[in-house]
Nanobody
Framework: QVQLVESGGALVQAGGSLRLSCAAS????????MGWFRQAPGKERECVAV????????YYFDSVKGRFTISRDNGKNTVYLQMNSVKPEDTAVYYC????????????????????WGQGTQVTVSS
């Protein structure tokens, strides 16, 4: 069973950049598809980006395409979310999540598909 810890959340001005990290422990990280989700106050948790266990496939929510990049380093058991050109509407608590996916190219995007979650990290974008 994998444990996930996010870091890197901060207060940033609109147009700036931020990199979130999620460190995994207690499991074989390279077997897991990894996702980044976010939840703003009063809103549903939404899937922002997903990367497969191998790093070969990625998915991005439409509103972050071209601005955010998900990547992973299986040697460091870490997944990253590089956030560029951030906007006030990106303000939310960001969560990383993991699900076993070894051998498949399927990209899980629903919250219910992920059994393992981190505690979240706050990102606030000021205008």
């Amino acid at each position: 069973q994998v444990q996930l810890v996010e870091s890197g959340g901060a207060l940033v001005q609109a147009g700036g950049s931020l990199r979130l990290s999620c460190a995994a422990s207690g499991g074989t990280f390279s077997l897991y598809n990894m996702g980044w989700f976010r939840q703003a106050p009063g809103k549903e948790r939404e899937c922002v980006a997903v990367i497969t266990w191998s790093g070969g496939n990625t998915y991005y929510f439409d509103s972050v395409k071209g601005r955010f990049t998900i990547s992973r380093d299986n040697g460091k058991n870490t997944v990253y979310l590089q956030m560029n050109s951030v906007k006030p509407e990106d303000t939310a608590v960001y969560y990383c999540a993991g699900a076993i996916g070894y051998g498949s190219s399927y990209l899980p995007k629903r919250r219910s598909e992920y059994p393992y979650w981190g505690q979240g990290t706050q990102v606030t974008v000021s205008s």
